[in-house]
């Protein structure tokens, strides 16, 4: 059974959908005002390989992911570049869903954009300002967090010692860590109207909104990365609080990037975008360096190690070139005592211990060629098989191998094949070791050899 680390308590908790086999969840989405950074991939990857794993476990995963069109940093942008707005959202939106194609990633049930979704936000403000447990001020609505039972639990820390992150002076606000739900415009600013005042909606106010609106007001799980615990989730939670919505059962986030020890962000002036490392790199490679870390630790992402994934892959590709025949052979049967995907299973199982099931992928290859090797081709088919389908469940499928072989070694190979077949086993042998000293490989398949780079 699975069971994921619930962020809210700091425990590990049985996954049980509300309303199974439907599995819903809503993971928040991109600001789009630029190129996708690293720290996205990530977030996206993370949740594409829970959606893939519970599909794999039978699940109907009903996935919500915003855009938020409608944000200061847009509006900033935008005015930099004597640009509308919406406009530079659209564009910076197709950007998204393009890389967001490159990495291999299930597009979410619903992609929901808050200017959609004005008219229901301007409603939930209001309900909660006819509660009291919000009040207008001269510059916007406010939540009054005072009035939010248990405000601060996702959180975790010490909120005395948690500066209020909202932009607006204190002045404006009752409390520092009151956050705005409904923002007043300013002077040529993108604008709705509103029984309060023509503005535009606050963030935290957008996500509470939408994923209640297309999931319900109880749903199995929110996600983010680890700076949305607090405020922006702490802040969505108080107002679903505050409405007696049960919303969501876990909370999940994942880890920063960072290269050398250092977080990848932009104020660190070390920003690399997503952009920049899938024109460099096989897009399946930073997939793979972030199965190999667990979505809870730092991720570590240099190009070295983007170039390591990269031969890594190599690995996994070969193997499903070679084991292709086999894999179609249907003299060829399966051994169904095979317990690599029972372990690959298990990690999986214990909070996506990625690392671990990416280990026993690479174990089953091993075996799985060795198997090949000595011509035991049922337990190769069976591993690969498995390997097939648990690559599928961490989206990484295999690509071709091309390789071009020197004639000189093409020669001794064809060579090493014609000494087999005249059974002079010593002089094939003595082949073999020739074109591995050149550094390549030479193997056996079902329908003769195959040689490539060792
Ligand atoms: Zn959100």
Known sequence: MLRLYNSLLGNNIAVAPLSPPEFKMYVCGPTVYDFPHIGHGRSVLTFDILRRYLEHKGFEVNHASNVTDVDDKIIERARRGSQHPIALARKYEEIWWAEMDRLNVLKPKSAPRATDWIEQIVDMVATLVGSGVAYIS??????????????????????????????????????????????????????????????RPGWHSECVVMSTGILGHDFDLHGGGLDLRFPHHENERAQAEALGYGFAQIWM?????????????????????????????????????????????PLEVTRELAEEATSALRRLDQ???????????????????????????????????????????FEAVKSGNAAFDRGDFRTAKTLASQVAMAMKVLGLQPGRVEESIP?????????????????????????????HAAGYLVEDTLEGYRVRKS
């Open 407 to 435: 004639n000189e070694i093409a020669k001794l190979a064809t060579l090493r094949m014609e000494a087999k077949r005249s059974r002079d086993f010593a002089a094939a042998d003595a082949l073999r070791d020739q074109i």
């Open 253 to 297: 986030h994942h880890g920063f990037v960072e290269s050398q020890g250092v977080k990848m962000s932009k104020s660190l002036g070390n920003f690399t975008t997503l952009t920049e490392m899938l024109d460099l790199y096989d897009p399946r490679a930073y997939r793979l360096l972030v199965v190999r870390a667990h979505y809870r630790s």
């Open 138 to 199: 001269d510059d916007g609505v406010y939540m009054d967090v005072s009035q939010v039972e248990d405000y601060g639990l996702l959180a975790q820390q010490d909120l005395s010692k948690v500066q209020s992150s909202e932009r607006n002076a204190s002045e404006h606000k009752r409390q520092s860590l009151d956050f705005a739900l409904w923002k007043f415009a300013k002077a040529d600013e993108l604008t709705w109207s509103s029984p309060f005042g023509d503005g």
């Open 319 to 361: 193997f499903a070139q070679r084991m292709g025949p086999i894999l179609d052979d249907p003299t060829v049967e399966l051994d169904e005592s095979g317990s690599f995907l029972s372990r690959f299973e298990d990690a999986m199982d214990n909070d996506l211990d990625t690392p671990a099931a990416t280990r026993e992928i």
